[in-house]
């Protein structure tokens, strides 16, 4: 309704694709220290992608060492995806600790509606004001439902238009950015939405390329807290300029996996202006 | 002595194979959801295996959560190869849910024999009723006699022999089907033995190889939970088939692992027709 | 001072690479059991940098199982990347055991200063009597100053000459091997001081090198825990050449990380010869 009233956004390929290069430089140049906080099974890769785009990684989770050590992080990111209750307390005190420090915090929602316990977890780390969520469609729809109730109007067997209004619905309650992973990248700010048009299918059969991808948003918004938005959509692209760079040398998952990081840390200004495809999908 | 009362069996490679191939395009069709209770070295390997079979990994081990997601799976795998007290009560809720549910669970007796915690751990989880047990001939061996006692007249100078006897007696107290891992894989039901001729010596020098095909024992079962006893045995030809693919390509141990994936993801019906060597071994 | 009444090393790189290539044909000979507690991030690296030089990883990190797990091992590598005080006992028990049991430890004080906790931590673990401590510079400098103060008469801006005496001063109070990992490898016992020449700037850019080398040298202390001076150095320096080998097959972090794993299991007598590069630094 009130979208009507918003000017039409008008999408400019270029400044979107040089935006996201001058962040890759910036992370690169200053490698900001990203906490993760994430699950067993995403941490090797979720490292091996920040060093590679030039950002530096620390898996530090336990609670006693939070308050000496979140406040030098430059973002943290929280991952749920093997959660347990002893480690939510942690998640918890870091994003708190994040938020204090002036420091921007991502969260992913990793299969937010798996359990009850699991979604009140989820539920209460977006009361801490993470600065973006990211998650694919089901764990956004899930996520909003919870939140902030069905979305009105919308029918629930149209799952892309649902997981768009889902996540305005979300960022709108929440305050934070709302990325949403699948053939297209959908990133909004309860007003404004972008699709990032890149990264190939095969992805999704490596695991936890999506929680690497919310560990590189962490890093892009580290170096540009300020525009978060714009610093999602960037960080989404990127990784998916990465994995089409990979794809044309890879012959299945595991050869993908492993030329998608090299193709991370190569990445040059042409490959990045070639490459990087975000449009406004606002109306 | 009883054995030489059962009518020969007539191996016939064909029908395995023919087998072993409509059971991976099930997978692949169906992506069966396989919840992971595993150790945290096997976790990516695993879960990377289970994905470019065609299966869909859940690695969710806290006893919380449970109740809400065991019942949504299609088989459960328990590896207990990082095993402390705290993981335990999980394991063993899972597999009462799943029998429950009417779901399959495989355990992965790592390192049975360790310790006396270890060895406790895997005959409590054994009297939880698994459809498949898979380990190397030590682990087998450790728990048949923990289970069973020693098997009577085997020499225990002559391994391989006694995991074959050592597997049979486990199969047959437990109710499980019994693989044992080795340059043949076995399989038996009690009575039933098979050997599964595939795979290279060097998938050995890879971590998390032999976690990882019991995960994809768990996905095959899954497809299949009435025929365990096929499904297993194709399972290990299956991967035994991918690891003979990869190493055409390999150059060591890292690069194995890669090309294991790439072709477990790439297998045609041709390569499983023509590689799949399962054989009848029973007397 | 007193180094100047000690006789003038004699560096022999052609008996420091016989030495290491000897080492390297004991490991694979002997294949040593390495209990490794270590984080959950280096867990895969490292069993598959253990496997491919020929030894047999154990991860196993439950207090209940050491009693009857540790003295069955040859060495035991101990590393708090991902510490928690849950785990703290676990660690601190089997170092105690290891030493009771005449068996080498070794000590990696991941990011020693990024937390009061973690710190005092790893001197409880110092205390223990480790074989060898290895670290980069930052770690044992923030060791070396918790445990002995800090070092006299030495400019602080210049850190590489501040690692050597940090590593020395620790290696005096500790009675352990001291190295320290960056662009030229040092070992020192307290006295002699080498360093291990070999290596590529790109390894820093793979998560979990460090921690890999640090249970590789575990595996070179197994196989001469009377040496454990030449054999720290040894390991660093096969680990670098595996890394310098691997490094013209690599396009990137995540191919260097394969074909270094690769060019470890592939090592013959040639490449060791001709590319290990120690000297002393003993002034």
């Not at 220290?33 to 490292?47: E, G, K, P, R």
């Not at 992973?181 to 999704?204: C, F, K, L, W, Y």
């Not at 695991?207 to 959509?233: K, Y």
């Amino acid at each position: 309704m009130e979208m009507e009233t918003k000017p039409r956004e008008k999408p400019d390929s270029t400044r979107w694709a040089s935006n996201a290069w001058a962040l890759l430089c910036a992370i690169r140049s200053q490698s900001p220290l990203i906490q993760c906080i994430t699950n067993f099974v995403s941490m090797d890769l979720m490292a091996n992608t920040l060093l590679s785009a030039g950002a530096s990684p620390a898996m530090i989770h336990s609670v006693e060492e939070i308050p000496d050590f979140t406040p030098h992080t430059h973002a943290l990111c929280v991952n749920v995806g093997t959660l347990s209750p002893n480690w939510l307390p942690a998640m918890k005190a870091a994003a708190e600790l994040a938020c204090k420090s002036g420091k921007p915090w991502v969260l992913d929602p990793v299969a937010a509606g798996a359990s009850g316990f699991r979604l009140r977890a989820c539920l209460e780390l977006v009361e801490l004001k993470p600065c973006v969520i990211r998650g694919n469609a089901s764990e956004i729809i899930a996520l909003s439902k919870a939140s902030v109730g069905p979305t009105k109007g919308v029918d629930s067997s149209h799952e892309s238009i649902d997981a768009v209004e889902a996540a305005k619905s979300l960022a709108q309650a929440s305050g934070a950015i709302v990325a949403v992973s699948g053939a297209v990248d959908i990133v909004t700010d309860g007003e404004r939405v972008v699709g990032a048009h890149n990264g190939v299918p095969m992805m999704q059969r490596i695991t936890a390329t999506g929680c690497s991808v919310t560990a590189l948003i962490a890093a892009f918004v580290a170096v540009d807290p300020v525009n978060a938005f714009e610093a999602t959509a960037s960080a989404l692209s990127i990784f998916g300029v990465a994995g089409e760079m990979g794809m044309n040398m890879a012959k299945g998952p595991a050869t993908l996996r492993m030329h998608l990081i090299d193709s991370l840390y190569g990445l040059d200004e042409a490959d990045v202006l070639s490459r990087v495809n975000i449009t406004s999908l606002s109306r």
